[in-house]
């Protein structure tokens, strides 16, 4: 059994995700680390700009709501994200049972119409998708009187809670959303037969294994537990997809951490990886939400002060490879105004490092020249 050092294991999963050396390539990047976490309007363009050389926000808006190689809706954990549309069936497939049972208890636990008022607002909402995407309010004006029957604040949440369980069978997707892109108005769905051709379909078993496969050519070595955490499944479910990949997969030791960890063979040749350049990853970069042990990227003392109460992510600040500290900005009159809080003091070149990709970044978000202000806060 090959043993890795914390270290190694750290430089292999930044590898993979091209935080050491950037990709060309929009798609290559979003299928190898099985897809960019859309929670947050700008998120997904910081996650590409410190993947891809020369990244332009409008290469992933053409591959968005252009060629559509790429498709927007709610996946892992439940939460929006950008895949590769021909991997569409695989991440739909293995997710679907799990989402719809811990939607379907949420709807048990809040209450709502009966089953044939649900059919009814069902066939509404794909009646007014019929054409062309609409946002929610207009599909909502569209449906007229079948919404009218309820109060206007719970119609709204019952058509909300409609379109994302639609969503969650595989019925609709995001379509591009009113706003600029770092804050969305209103976003905007779409007929998943309307918005592309048909796709070969896959069962249920074969898209977890090639789920699980997906995940760890883009994190592993990596847990069982790691996968459950970053896909949504219980352990016994990512279990079981482990199982079906078995074949494919070496076990792996890793000097100071606890767990059994899996590998692709292909990951242990043991090359060499240049240092990595410092980067300002966004909420929810998928780096960050990729293993249920963040000890590879982050010092466990430090875990409070990146995931956040009431299930929020912080950006982060990553140098020599670690997460150091946050970051956060707003945009002035005529500038963006970023504030870096690291864990510890920094200062001399690492400061120097950090303060050229703020540059960089605030010339990427098109706001003028930057503001930058260290802070360290108390824990």
Request: proline fraction near 6%; include cysteine.
């Amino acid at each position: 059994m090959k043993t890795l050092t914390l270290k190694e294991l750290n430089r292999i999963t930044l590898s993979k995700h091209y935080l050491i050396s950037k990709s060309d390539e929009v798609l290559e990047v979003i299928s190898r680390i099985c897809g960019l976490n859309a929670q947050v309007a700008p998120s997904p363009y910081l996650s590409l700009w410190n993947r891809v050389s020369g990244f332009a926000k409008v290469a992933l808006e053409k591959e968005l709501y252009g060629t559509k190689r790429t498709i927007k809706s709610w996946f892992m954990r439940g939460t929006v994200h950008i895949i590769p549309t021909d991997e569409y069936p695989i991440y739909r497939n293995a997710l679907k049972r799990s989402m719809l049972r811990d939607w379907n208890r949420t709807l048990e636990r809040v209450g709502g119409p009966s089953p044939p008022e649900v059919a009814e607002l069902i066939k509404g909402i794909l009646e007014a998708l019929e054409e062309d995407p609409l946002t929610k309010r207009e599909v909502g004006e569209k449906m007229g009187e079948l919404l009218a029957r309820y109060e206007e604040r719970e119609g709204r949440r019952l058509l909300s809670r409609t379109i994302r369980g639609l969503s969650y069978q595989g019925l609709l997707c995001h379509a591009q959303p009113t706003g600029p892109w770092y804050h969305f108005r209103e976003n905007r769905f779409a007929r998943i037969d309307r918005w592309f051709h048909p796709l070969k379909e896959i069962d249920e078993n074969q898209a977890k294994r090639e789920l699980l496969l997906r995940y760890f050519r883009g994190y592993g070595p990596a847990t069982v537990q790691d996968f459950a955490y970053w896909a949504g499944l219980r352990v016994s479910e990512a279990r079981g997809a482990l199982a079906l990949a078995r074949d494919e997969l070496v076990e792996v030791e890793v000097e100071g951490a606890q767990g059994q960890f899996w590998s692709l063979e292909e990951d242990l040749d043991g090359g060499q990886f240049d240092e990595p350049p410092p980067h300002l990853l966004p909420a929810f970069d998928p780096l960050l939400m990729g293993h249920k042990d963040k000890s590879r990227i982050l010092n466990p003392g430090y875990k409070s002060r990146v995931f956040l109460p009431l299930a929020d992510v912080a950006p982060v600040i990553l140098v020599g490879g670690m997460v150091v500290g946050t970051w956060s900005h707003k945009k002035g009159k005529d500038h963006l105004i970023m504030e870096i809080c690291p864990f510890n003091g920094i200062g001399g070149e690492q400061l120097s490092q950090v303060r050229a990709e703020a540059e960089a970044l605030s010339a990427f978000m098109g706001f003028g020249p930057l503001s930058l202000e260290v802070k360290l806060k108390t824990p």
